[in-house]
């Protein structure tokens, strides 16, 4: 089997390819799909068009620390009209130090699952506070949880709750 077919099993049972590409514009999504990359990994402020490219991506987006509110919601139905055509395969959260904005995030990303916008729900940190903190009031357990380092305390959480550790190879173009 081709490393670009290899996938995990998730905690709801879904596949996620193990290895993925980032990608920022509609030149990477041509390149990426030619080279037989399935996993494609995006910011959600990214304006791409990639939603008749190929029935069989899967479709990572990342929602930045940064992005809130009104901008969040924009975001989101751009998305929705331009990037992918039924529903987004996993929409991940980067946790910031605020914790009542995480909360309000994730709220806004468990409706969306609610929907069926969005299949799978994650979480990028490095933060084991900022992970405890949401933990407690959610009503969607992460299915994701990609470390951005290898804290004894985030990986102690991740096992604890059955989190798949998802530090999947995503590459990008130079």
Known sequence: MALLDE???LNDGSLMPKTGI???NDDDV?????????????????NL?????????????R????????????NLKSIRANLIADQADLCLLNLSDDNECNNQIWQ???????TGWVKTLGIETDKADALEALLKNIKFKPN?????????????????NKFINCN??????S
């Open 168 to 173: 999947n190879k995503l590459n990008t173009f």
């Open 30 to 46: 041509t390149k990426a799909t030619k080279l037989g990359y399935r996993l494609l990994d995006c910011a959600v402020d990214d």
């Open 108 to 114: 806004k990303l468990e409706q969306l699952k609610i």
């Open 49 to 61: 068009k990639i939603k008749d490219v190929n029935p069989q991506l899967y479709v990572e987006v």
């Open 22 to 24: 980032i990608v920022k």
């Open 63 to 74: 929602i930045s620390k940064l992005t809130r509110g009104k901008e969040l919601h924009n």
């Open 7 to 9: 996938a995990v099993v």
């Open 144 to 160: 994701v949880l990609r470390l951005k380092c290898e804290d004894t305390d985030l990986l102690t959480i991740a096992k604890n």
